[in-house]
Structure formats: C-alpha cells, structure tokens
C-alpha cells in the first residue's frame, strides 16, 4: 500500500498554514486518495493501474495547493489587517486625540505659534502633545508587530494619526482655494502648507521616532496566510 | 470578452458545485470521498469532483458557516473529516435550488434546454 500522507505532502509542499491544520489537510487528502485507490482495486484494476488512477484525481498539485491557499486567504487576510493595522491604528488615533483634547483645555498650556502668517495662520505646535506622540507611536508600532504585523503594517498604523489630521484639511483645500482666489484673491499656498508642515508632518515625523525601535526590531509574528483557514 | 466568457463559466461551475455538495448534505454528514461518490452517482457522472474541486470548496463553505466539519473514527474505520450542513447552509440550500430552477426554466425557453 503506498504511504498516502507522504505522497499528499509531496505533492502540495509546504502550505503556509499552523502545523495542525497543515496534518489535517493532508490526512483528509491522503484519506481521498485512499479511498480511489481501494475503490480501483475492488473494482478488478492492478495496483499499478489503481495507483495511476488515485492519482490522476490530484494531477495538478500545484492548482490544488493555491485553491486551498486562496480558499483561506480573504478570512485571513482581513484579521490580520484588523490585527496589526486597524486595532493599534485605532489606538494610536484614540491616545492622541486624547492628549490633544486635553491641552485644548483652558489652563492648558498654550501653544506655541511659530511663523504667524497673516494675523491668524502659523504653524501651530502643541509642544506637549508633540513630546507625547513618539510614546504614542512606540505603543501602536509594538502593539502590531506584536501582533504579527510586518513593516507596512506597524508603519501604517503609526501614522493614522497624522494622516487623519492633515486628510481632512486636504480633502477641503480644492474649496479653500476657490474662496481664497475669489474673496481675497490670494492663493492659500502657504497657510496649507502650514497646515500640512503642523498636523501632518512634524506630528508624522514624531511617532515614527517612537516607533523606530520597534521597525528595526525582527518580525515576531507570522505570515498573514499562516493562520487555518 | 475572453475573461468575461471565462468568469461567467467559473461561477456556474462552482454554483453548482455548492449547490450539489449542499443538497447532498443535507441527506447527513458525510466526508469529502463520500460526498463526491454520492454526487457522481446522483448525477449519472455528469458531475465528478477532483480533489482540486473538492477540498478548495469545501473549506470555502466552511469558513462561510454553511458546513462544519469534525474528524470521526467510526468503529473498524479510519479517522476521517465529516462534514454536515449547518443552519446557514440549510437557508442558503432554499434560493440556490430556486435560482437553479429559474436558469434551468429561462434556457429551456431560450434554447429547449430541459433540466433532467
């Protein structure tokens, strides 16, 4: 009788699922395979011409292994995200919101406004929430790689923060910019960039320093497919 | 064109496929050998799963909740993975038969194609 488990595991390679449920899928190939080969051989054929056929059902191995891959594969991919991305992102989002709201407090500390730029528009820094973010972003980039998150995912959500700031003001500049150059006919080039220079890529650059270490630091997870499916 | 003729075939192919593993599930559990015997037998052989067919399906119903699977060892047998039909499949079973027997109905005006 030919080992059917080895002949299944040959034929797929490795599957890029937990060791368990890798067993599993190939015993329950093996199994199938089995089961062709008895029926052949009940049936009058050879052994030969029994295992020919058992065989012939998983000619394309490679066909089977992706259609199990990609079988798997929407489950898993949206937990990971949720996992690694969308949990610490919301983290990071929430804890900065917070500290933003509670200078915004009236015995606060003022902010500081640097370069003021037609009475009203500078680049605003909230010097205490700045000093606050690379913990923030320390926090989100160890919650995902701990989670198994690769790079793109630790830095994605590090950064939800401050593409939340600028994305809005972004979304709204092309309005901005037909008001400006009709009332004032000015164009808002600089206060945007101010704008842009004070939520978006200070802030930016402050939680990547505290999520720097945790970047460099080797993936503790696993691939997002290597979850059953 | 090509791609759409191609996209249109796949998705009758495995409607039909969830439709012929539902039905015949919902006789009682069964595991994956048995359920492509038993669909082959019904169907006169007009309809065979490989295991590139089978297995990919199954686990996809699966994850959706339509099936659960358990390993079972019945007395004298070898271990093996049964799967029955669950409350989301039986539900599911009611409008794939209905949408099978519309498709069946428009062809066999179109074209006199008659279902079986």
């Not at chain 1, 900065?96 to 509670?102: E, K, T």
């Not at chain 1, 004032?184 to 402050?206: D, I, K, N, S, T």
């Not at chain 2, 191609?6 to 495995?14: D, E």
């Amino acid at each position: 009788m030919p080992d059917w488990r080895e002949i299944a595991r040959q034929g797929l390679g490795p599957l890029p699922f937990e060791a368990d449920r890798e067993n599993e899928i190939i015993l329950e190939l093996a199994n199938h395979l089995e089961d062709l080969y008895s029926d052949s051989v009940r049936r009058g054929k050879s052994e030969a011409e029994a295992l020919q056929s058992a065989l012939s059902a998983a000619a394309d191995w490679d066909k089977l292994r992706r259609e199990i891959e990609f079988a798997a594969k929407e489950e898993v991919i949206m937990n990971y995200r949720v996992k690694t991305l969308w949990l610490p992102g919301a983290c990071t989002i929430v804890l900065s919101s917070m500290v933003l709201r509670l200078l915004q407090i009236p015995s606060a500390p003022v902010p500081r406004v640097l370069w003021p730029w037609w009475n009203s528009t500078g680049l605003v820094i909230y010097w205490w929430w700045l000093l606050s973010l690379p913990v923030i972003g320390a926090i989100g980039a160890y919650w995902s790689r701990h989670a198994g998150g690769r790079l793109m995912e630790r830095a994605m959500a590090v950064s939800l923060p401050a593409l939340g700031m600028v994305g809005l003001p972004l979304l709204a500049f092309p309005f901005v910019l037909v008001r400006d150059l009709i009332h004032y006919q000015r164009f808002p080039l600089v206060p945007m960039a101010l704008l842009l220079l004070g939520w978006g890529v200070v802030p930016e650059a402050a939680l990547l320093v505290g999520a720097l270490p945790f970047f460099r630091a080797a993936t503790s997870g696993s691939h997002p497919a290597a979850t059953s499916p | 064109m090509k791609e759409c003729e191609t996209n249109i075939g796949n998705q009758i192919k495995r409607g039909s496929a969830e439709l012929a593993i539902l039905s015949v599930l919902a006789e009682g559990p069964l595991h994956g050998y048995e359920i492509s015997k038993r669909i082959e037998r019904q169907t006169q052989g007009a309809l065979r799963f490989n295991l590139a067919s089978l297995y990919p399906l199954l686990y996809r119903m699966e994850r959706r909740g339509w099936l659960k699977a358990a390993w079972e060892e019945p007395a004298g047998g070898r271990r093996r993975r049964y799967y029955r039909l669950e409350e989301e499949g039986k539900r599911r079973l009611v409008p794939l038969r209905e949408e099978w027997r519309q498709l069946f109905q428009a062809l066999d005006s179109l074209a006199g194609v008659s279902h079986a």
